[in-house]
């Protein structure tokens, strides 16, 4: 069975840092391109950033650029995102997703980041 | 102007169609892109439902019912997803997205109640 479970989300005040994971089992990790995708509280669905099956290609939404970084290693099914200077419009449930023919068929449960003072 | 845009909202009743649609936004042409289509529910994440590019292009979701299928009014430069004999159980927010410009772009959502 496809799994993926996103963890690292938490409180943190403006201006910090967290790091999410997403543990990915049931499939061949290393063939898929992944992506994160965000969803504040009570509104739609936002992309955050996207990284190719080997991490030559990465993308991101205009809004993280520079503060925000993916990554993923393959050899332990993970994928990551870096996220720095946070703000409060980043306050979201996070959910990392498997692409496939450019949409995205397996979804997590979502990892909450609040962004507080 | 929004790259997607979808009605806020829907209502229809059980066994009736509901016919949900994603705009794109004036000079980009609906005929290039494939528009994927997602169901989300309170409290859970989206779930994938298909995707649709022209009648010889589409795929629909593993496990997803034939009632949930894709299509494109050229005319509107649109696409539509269509739910046919609707049931309790399809109420819920529904999500287009499509690849433009080196990013995933997603519509604003359609909150489709079933009454």
């Given at each position: 069975e496809v799994q993926l479970v996103e963890s690292g989300g938490g409180l943190v005040q403006p201006g910090g840092s967290l790091r999410l994971s997403c543990a990915a089992s049931g499939?061949?990790?290393?063939?898929?391109?992944?992506?994160?995708?965000?969803?504040?509280?009570?509104?739609?669905?936002?992309?955050?950033?996207?990284?190719?099956?080997?991490?030559?290609?990465?993308?991101?939404?205009?809004?993280?650029?520079?503060?925000?970084t993916i990554s993923r290693d393959n050899a332990k099914s993970s994928l990551y995102l870096?996220?720095?200077?946070?703000?409060?419009?980043?306050?979201?449930?996070?959910?990392?997703a498997r692409e496939i023919g450019g949409g995205y068929d397996k979804w997590g449960q979502g990892t909450l980041v609040t962004v507080s003072s | 102007q929004a790259v997607l845009t979808q009605p806020s909202s829907l209502s229809a009743s059980p066994g009736a169609s509901a016919s949900l649609t994603c705009t794109l936004r004036s000079g980009i042409n609906v005929g290039t892109y494939t528009i994927h289509w997602y169901q989300q529910?309170?409290?859970?994440p989206p779930q994938y439902l298909l995707r649709y590019k022209s009648d010889s292009d589409k795929q629909q979701g593993s496990g997803v019912p034939s009632r949930f299928s894709g299509s494109k009014d050229a005319s509107a430069n649109a696409g539509i997803l269509l739910i046919s004999?609707?049931?309790?159980?399809?109420?819920?927010?529904?999500?287009?997205?499509?690849?433009?410009?080196?990013?995933?772009?997603?519509?604003?959502?359609?909150?489709?109640?079933?009454?």
């Open positions: 499939f061949t990790f290393s063939s898929y391109s992944m992506d994160w995708v965000r969803q504040a509280p009570g509104k739609g669905l936002e992309w955050v950033s996207y990284i190719s099956s080997s991490s030559e290609i990465i993308h991101y939404v205009d809004s993280v650029k520079g503060r925000f870096q996220m720095n200077s946070l703000r409060d419009e980043d306050t979201a449930v996070y959910y990392c | 529910k309170p409290g859970s004999g609707l049931q309790s159980e399809d109420e819920a927010d529904y999500y287009c997205m499509i690849w433009y410009s080196s990013a995933s772009v997603f519509g604003g959502g359609t909150r489709l109640t079933v009454l």
